[in-house]
């Protein structure tokens, strides 16, 4: 079992940053690749970002290319997600998840075996 926790987040104008890290803990050993996801209102859960936990190579969602940086601290367990440049569509609830297993791509929610609890994102336009 791996238990995630989100924090950070919060409201930011249009333009701004912020950030939103997740803790992870239990048998974090197993971890292949950590990702990030978000939700908003009405929408389905839609991949973000995910960054391989052995060798840091990350991916993007084209929506968050040049703006979004993930990184990972493997001591701590963390995953960390650095929003610039926020746009008013980025607003949803993010969520942290955890891969257990070895895949070719970390994009998609089936790769995915553990998941945080979410933590909001709002951008005003």
């Known amino acids: 079992q791996v238990q995630l926790v989100e924090s950070g987040g919060g409201f930011v104008h249009a333009g701004g940053s912020l950030s939103v890290s997740c803790a992870a803990s239990?048998?974090?050993?197993?971890?292949?690749?950590m990702g990030w996801f978000r939700q908003a209102p009405g929408k389905e859960r839609e991949f973000v970002t995910a960054?391989?936990?052995?060798?840091?190579?990350?991916y993007y969602a084209d929506s968050v290319k040049g703006r979004f940086t993930i990184s990972r601290d493997r001591e701590k367990n963390t995953a960390s997600l650095q929003m610039n440049s926020l746009k008013h569509e980025d607003t949803a609830v993010y969520y942290c998840?955890?891969?257990?297993?070895?895949?070719?791509?970390?994009?998609?929610?089936?790769?995915?075996?553990?998941w945080g609890q979410g933590t909001q994102v709002t951008v005003s336009s």
């Open positions: 239990g048998r974090t050993w197993y971890i292949y690749a």
């Open positions: 998840a955890a891969s257990t297993a070895y895949s070719l791509d970390y994009n998609t929610r089936d790769r995915y075996h553990y």
């Open positions: 960054i391989r936990w052995n060798s840091g190579i990350t």
